[in-house]
């Protein structure tokens, strides 16, 4: 299997559709690796394992086609687990966003760095948004001290990534004025737009949302330039059916509501 | 000129993290401060900076008793920006429990372990729970993980640590094995159980529990020796 990235400028786990088509294209990549019924795996660290992210993603992909897991280092004590074993296990990680430096620090303390490195050549599709994404390449920018500043990723993809590029201005100044100061060149990700890595070739864009854009990011002779690269629309599913005894359940309650006076 | 002692209050388990209703530790520590409401920094840094336990850092050390503040390493945007000022400038830092592995990572990826150490030789009292305990030693035995295992701290004191040290634990078990196998002597402490020092020396064991005790660990020819240290109950 080849090696495979997903990395998305920014998108959250909702009910909307930008957010239902990303999470059906990862379930979609996990699918075909799996071959059946795959295993999803987030991996909440750069939050500090929040319920909120976690929750989340569950939500997502709790009733959908797939075995959802979550790994988080801080809440080993109640719950321990086999981390290189249950990482290797998967066919998508998913990383989700927050601190960039605090993600790479704690991922480098447990030996996860290795891990992930291991299992993406393995063929496990990685995936994340944020921080989730820049820790992929070279290096990103990131505000998790504060102001926008570059940090180190793990080096898996070629050159740096910028992320919430035109939704946060300060990001993509900051990202545009080291670029120009020698910085590697790549990629800014707009929320709900992303970039797909397969093996060795260069990336696919796509947008779950109109308007939403991915550019290269290049210094050349007469500054920095920013291309716009042309983009694959990513329709949404139709909202998923509601299970059978949810359905039940709401029908017996807006009975009740109507027969109120019963008690 | 005066010279401020260098104080860590290690807990093997207690305070308002554990022992809800019960303030003799975190009364203790706030007794060490110079000042008549002292400036107090939690770091929750073990959790994850997880909001419930912030929520109950702040009901634990209302305003009428302290200026109660915290950090949080994973929303930088919403703290302080300078964090050697701000550190250097509390009385008392409160460190909770949770991964140590992970703590002692983030805090350097954000070069938190040298402003400790500076804030330590400038006078302000360190003290903690569990991870918040094993960081301020040399080698501690952490449990958090899974099976026990050993971790380096930031070695301020020249000391291995064990905390929650309950007799029949597979941590105290696992403990004296790793001593056997050449981990430097230490202390370890119950929960409930508290050790105070100044400078590098240990200055007392404090309980804020009657039977609670803190132990003081070293390898002998014959296997390991475990001597019960006088803790002084603070009711």
Known sequence: MVSRILTLGGHDFTSRPPDRAVSELMLRLATERAGKRPKICILPTASGDTSEQIGRFYTAFGERPCEPSDLSLFRLGRRPMALRDHLLSQDLIYVGGGSMINLLAVWEAHDLSAILSLAWRQGVALAGQSAGAMCWFESGITKSSGRPKIEAGLGLLHGSLCVHYNNEPERRAAYLEAVGNGMPGGYGLDDYAGLLWEGEGPPSALTARRGARAYQVTAGETGVVESPLPARFLPAPAPAALREDIAEFRRIKSMRRGAGWLG | METVPRQIVAFGGGGFSMESGNPLLDEYVLGLCR???????????????????????????????????????????????????????????????????????????????????EAWEAGVVLCGLSAGSLCWFEEAVTGFHGPPRRVKGLGLLPFSNCVHYEPTSERRLAYHAMLREGMRPGYAAEDSAGLHFIGRELHRAIASRPAARGYWLDAAADGVVETRLATTYLA
Do not use: K, T
């Open chain 2, 35 to 117: 000042s008549e409401r002292p400036r107090v920094c939690f770091l929750p840094s073990a959790s994850g900076d997880a909001d419930h336990y912030v929520v109950r850092f702040y009901r634990a050390f209302p305003a009428e008793r302290c200026e109660a503040n915290h950090i949080s390493l994973f929303r930088r945007e919403q703290g302080p920006e300078d964090l050697r000022a701000h550190l250097l400038s509390q009385d008392l830092i409160y460190v909770g429990g949770g991964s140590v592995v992970s703590l002692l990572g983030v805090w350097r990826a954000h070069g938190i372990d040298r402003i400790l150490r």
